[in-house]
């Protein structure tokens, strides 16, 4: 029984061993941009060649039209930029070291404030979700293997890493697209509740008008009939 237990314990701090150090480089984010102003973000991408392209996805999920302006910035040098979109994404390749720009710009906007959501993902070279680099935590492959190898485990510590960063990168396509879903059902309750806000507006606008003309006819009728009504009397002769 004891040494079941020990089994199990190792086993569990391998595990959490290895899922602790699966850090995503991403960052998630659900901004509001004020009628007039212009707002940016920056990415630092300090000397780490494990980054090669950053991808921003972005959404504008309330406000007005659901537009905004877009770009991407390095130094001078604008790499990307969109006008008067309702979404976009860019993937912008990491040619050197230093802050990377991307700016929002509602200044064509006077009334309306714009709700944006972006994600912003470190890719490697194989367009991936970048994860750190497991080496620099000191992580010794060789002292697991042996300790696995101890309590009779037939498995490869480098296949099971295989094995978990497959796991781990299907797991972040899968929380991508619940991120795009959460987007376009915000933007979507957004949308509904600007339509239910104009049906309410022009529901009482044409009640109000309804009850006033027929309050009209009722006056008019009535003051046909009236002989002392200056009003039927006009209308007696027309």
Not at 120 to 143: F, M, P, R
């Amino acid at each position: 029984m004891t040494i079941k237990i020990k089994r199990l314990l190792f086993l569990l701090f391998f595990y959490i061993t290895l899922i602790t150090q699966y850090i995503l480089a991403e960052t998630t984010l659900s901004v509001e941009v004020p009628p007039g102003k212009f707002q940016c973000f920056f990415q630092t991408i300090k000397d780490n060649t494990h980054y090669k392209h950053l991808e921003i996805d972005y959404q504008v999920t309330d406000g007005g039209d659901l537009d905004i302006n877009f770009m991407v910035v390095f130094g001078a040098e604008v790499l990307a930029q969109e006008v008067g979109k309702k979404e976009g994404n860019h993937v912008v390749p990491l040619k050197q070291l230093g802050d990377y720009q991307f700016c929002f710009d509602n200044t064509f906007s006077y009334q309306s404030r714009k709700v944006v959501l972006f994600e912003l993902y470190l890719l490697d070279e194989n367009g991936q979700v970048s994860e750190e680099n497991l080496a620099k935590h000191g992580i010794d492959d060789l002292n697991i293997q042996k300790g696995l190898d101890s309590y009779g485990y037939g498995m490869k510590i480098k296949e099971f890493r295989n094995s978990f960063e497959k796991l781990k990168q299907l797991l972040n396509k899968i929380e991508y697209h619940q991120a795009l879903l959460r987007a376009y059902e915000s933007r979507d309750r957004a949308i509904m509740g600007a339509n239910l806000s104009r049906v309410n507006l022009w529901s009482v606008i044409n009640t109000v008008v309804i009850i006033l003309v027929g309050c009209l006819h009722v006056f008019m009728v009535r003051s046909l009939f009236n002989e002392n009504s200056n009003i039927g009397r006009l209308l007696r002769k027309t």
